[in-house]
């Protein structure tokens, strides 16, 4: 069994920041790719970010220059610092993991769910 298990949202201000993380636990035999999804009411759950094994970083175009994820591949976390937030970058985070376990050759986790509201 695998967890997935976030912190880190909150009420920030326009312009602010807030940093999720996110911790991998269980029977992982290994992890393929890890990042963060979003969704705003009434909206579709979109890919904010995304970091495979090899290390490149993928970003949703209105994050970009603004969020950065990383890893640490030791730990089996992700982490994502969202700089110069705005109001429509409020939602529920999620974070995502794709993983293999003894069980299960590769499939995709989730945690559940961080929120991040930003207004003043």
């Known amino acids: 069994q695998v967890q997935l298990v976030e912190s880190g949202g909150g009420l920030v201000q326009p312009g602010g920041s807030l940093r999720l993380s996110c911790a991998a636990s269980?029977?992982?035999?290994?992890?393929?790719?890890m990042g963060w999804y979003r969704q705003a009411p009434g909206k579709q759950r979109e890919l904010v970010a995304n970091?495979?094994?090899?290390?490149?970083?993928t970003y949703v175009d209105s994050v970009k220059g603004r969020f950065t994820i990383s890893r640490d591949y030791a730990k089996n976390t992700v982490s994502l610092q969202m700089n110069s937030l705005k109001p429509e970058d409020a939602a529920v985070y999620y974070c995502f993991a794709d993983i293999g376990t003894m069980t299960f050759p590769r499939a995709n986790y989730w945690g559940q769910g961080t929120q991040v509201t930003v207004s003043s």
């Open positions: 970091c495979p094994n090899d290390g490149s970083t």
């Open positions: 269980g029977s992982i035999y290994s992890i393929y790719a």
